[in-house]
């Protein structure tokens, strides 16, 4: 095979490998046990482990202004679960982890658009964004470990179901901000 072709096919398995690790947040693909390809921690305490991240890619750039996009993703590789058998409630709480990073996005995306709103200007830079985002981040990572608390980190169901309807509903009032 001719080194060109070869290049383009390696960089073309390259882009289908990253882009199949992750798995775009979306209302109609709730995550399943399948999705979880990453290897094991035995060293952990937990027995499985779901890896959202909440992240923004710039859409387009001129000299003086910046438009971005903000996604919510799960990314298989990096998420692991140590047994073959786990109960549906547990995949349910994991589901709910991803759905809080979801609804953080949603906060930001909020936060982007009432910022250029009340300024009628894009943004200038990425510092701009990162000084917007960085708190949601942080009331993100602690609305998590909330969450794991209480739920007794899916032992509690009473505490489950109160917190699958708190996202829910949360979810729902910021309807206007899911990615389209």
Known sequence: MPKKIFLLLSAMLVC???????????SDRPLTWDDYMGKPDFKSRGVVATSWQVYYKTVYSTHDSIAVKMYC???????????????????????????????????????????????????????????LTAPEYKRLHRYQRQYDRETKRSQD?????????????????????EEK
């Open 16 to 26: 289908l490998q990253v882009n199949a690790q992750l798995i775009h947040w979306r």
């Open 73 to 131: 993703s799960f990314n298989c590789f990096r998420s692991w679960k140590s047994s073959l058998y786990l109960p549906a409630a547990l995949l349910k709480h994991e589901q709910l982890h991803f759905d809080i990073a979801e609804l953080y996005t949603r906060r930001i995306r909020r936060a982007l658009s009432e910022f250029h709103k009340k300024h009628q200007r894009p943004f200038k830079s990425t510092n701009s964004i990162h000084g």
């Open 157 to 177: 169901q009473a505490k489950q179901e109160e917190w699958n309807k708190r996202v829910a509903r949360e979810l729902e009032e910021l309807k206007a901000y």
